[in-house]
């Protein structure tokens, strides 16, 4: 049997999300953008999937709800748009995290060759910004603050209203990459002084390829993908229809369980970190009180991430790692560099990331599979056997 | 298609010759942690003829995989056989590695030129400098 402990790269589709998704290919197929009935019937439906997206977020109006393909467009595009109406006013200075995801990072990378500054606030070894951080980097030439609301890597989950009445009250625009915490967490724009939010739906146990800008009112968005009026001209394509009514429904559904799901799933999580504390020389990475209810997160020393995975998948246990060697890159997790893992730490990471659907008993066999794997992983290295002998220092008491 | 070759895993799953000698005539150890990857290599030689062979490693199951090949190829092999291992040989065996796990068989092909050097040394037995070239320059020691 298997056990799926990587929901945070992404979830089952809930049987929910797929009846929503069903007449959308069949029955409801119009484009909404026909003027005939079967065509209108179709935008209906995406008119009050709008709404409901609204509601389910908080927002005010539902045309502050942009449909896109998932989070790193939304992420994409917020960023863009705000830098674009930043330079118009001059200002070109940029705030945000280390360890923000390649979505963003990436796109502020390309825009400092254009020209601004970024500003990347420490995360410390908590993996928390603090609001102060960002008050003392705010200048006047500051156009946009755009800090991830939890990460995906180590689940932290940042002071995102704090942060957002720190910009507010500076009259700096504010976006967050809510992709991890959208259906995981109460995530509320207005009451969370958000301007402008990322999230994807499949991380909520929607379809893969669609998800939302949220973007308040005044906060004018620049299209990324030019042709066509849809989305109020800001971002042509043809509207996924059975993408947006799975979503919908799915995030619906998430929300409404949020009061049954985040204790369960945190006193599920907190065991997993207990069981897997009786490891040595290995250490959970992030804070443990402000974090998601289903992360789980650990460094190992003396062992490498991928070979970790490799046997705990031969176990019949799916999770993921930060190491060089999962990534394909030459660095280990970018995340875990940030919080202060130093390299030959880092290649160690595990990452376990639960569902509502994980049960105790999982937890358990995740426990004892991990003690086993890690065990042998440690009596073939090299590494292991000089940190036993001394002749290297452990990093992680 | 999965990432590694039905060998690759064979020889990761249940790698051949784990361990540690410890009278060993020669030793090597090449990588380091801060990439990711270390090998160290065992030898015993007895008679002009790798005796016996272990390993241990630190790193991705290609590493592993890469390491337990190259000691099933020059174990019970004449000395100067197992100096001609390549890792193009390791590779081969293995039924292929993905591009970017190409450098794992550098660096099993390493550990074990490291190890011959050192019983060389170890012994005072004269040996052609040239068979044993400095570290690759490789991308994955630029960390």
Not at chain 1, 79 to 101: D, N, Q, V, Y
Not at chain 1, 138 to 143: A, L, N, V, W
Not at chain 1, 169 to 196: C, M, S, W, Y
Not at chain 2, 128 to 134: H, I, L, V
């Amino acid at each position: 049997m298997t056990i799926y402990a990587d929901n945070a790269a992404t979830t089952r589709m809930s049987q929910t999300a797929i009846q929503a998704m069903l007449p959308y290919m069949d029955r409801i197929y119009g484009n909404p953008s026909s003027l005939h009935s079967v065509g209108q019937a179709a935008m209906e439906a995406l008119t009050d999937a709008r709404t409901r997206v609204a509601a389910a977020l908080g927002a005010e109006n539902p045309r502050e709800i942009t449909f896109t393909s998932g989070g790193s467009e939304a992420d994409n595009q917020a960023i863009r748009s705000a830098a674009l109406l930043g330079k118009r006013k001059g200002k070109t200075h940029i705030i945000s995290t280390a360890f923000e995801h390649h979505a963003v990072l990436h796109t502020l990378k390309k825009l400092e060759k254009e020209g601004f500054t970024v500003t990347y606030l420490d995360v410390h070894e908590n993996g928390l910004v603090t609001p102060e951080q960002v008050e003392a980097a705010i200048t006047p030439e500051t156009c946009l603050v755009t800090i991830m609301y939890a990460n995906n890597e180590i689940g932290t989950i940042q002071p995102i209203r704090a942060i957002g009445a720190v910009c507010r009250k500076a009259g700096v625009l504010f976006h967050t990459d809510a992709v991890q915490a959208v259906g995981h967490i109460p995530v509320n724009v207005r009451e969370d002084n958000i301007d402008l939010l990322s999230l994807s739906a499949h991380k909520f146990h929607g379809p893969k390829g669609v998800g939302v800008l949220y973007a308040k009112r005044g906060v004018i968005l620049s299209s990324l993908i030019e042709g066509g009026a849809q989305e109020r001209g800001k971002r042509a394509g043809t509207e996924n229809l059975p993408g947006i009514m799975g979503m919908t429904a799915a995030l619906e559904e998430a929300v409404a369980e949020l009061p049954e799901t985040m204790p369960k799933m945190t006193a599920l999580r907190d065991r997993l970190i207990e069981g897997l504390r009786e490891i040595p020389h290995g250490a959970v990475n992030g804070d443990l009180e402000h974090r998601l209810p289903g992360n789980v997160s650990f460094c190992f020393e003396g062992i490498e991430g991928e070979s970790l995975l490799l046997l705990l998948d031969d176990a019949g246990v799916c999770a993921s790692s930060g190491s060089a060697c999962t990534s394909g890159s030459l660095d280990p997790s970018h995340v875990l560099l940030a919080i202060g893992r130093p390299h030959e730490v880092a290649h160690g990471s595990l990452r376990l990331t639960l569902d509502r659907d994980t049960s105790a008993e999982d937890v358990e066999t995740i426990i004892r599979v991990t003690k086993d794997v890690v065990a042998r992983l440690r009596a073939m290295s090299p590494v292991w056997r000089d940190l036993m002998a001394g002749k290297r220092n452990f990093v992680i008491a | 298609m999965a990432l590694y070759s039905d060998k690759v895993m064979d020889h990761f799953r249940n790698p051949r010759n784990v361990g540690v000698i410890e009278d060993a005539d020669g030793v090597g150890e090449v990588g380091n942690a801060k990439c990711g990857d270390i090998m160290k290599i065992y030898l015993k030689i007895k008679d002009d003829k790798i005796d016996d062979v272990k390993f241990e490693t630190f790193g991705c199951g290609s590493a592993i995989a890469s390491s337990s090949m190259a000691t099933e190829l020059i174990k019970g092999q004449p000395v100067s056989e197992a100096l001609k291992l390549t890792n193009q040989a390791v590779t081969e065996a293995l039924d292929g590695l993905p591009a970017h796990k190409l450098h794992c068989s550098v660096l099993a092909e390493e550990a074990i030129k490291a190890a011959m050097k050192d019983y060389y040394d170890r012994h005072g037995i004269a040996y052609d400098e040239s068979q044993f070239p400095a570290c690759h320059d490789c991308e994955h020691c630029r960390i």
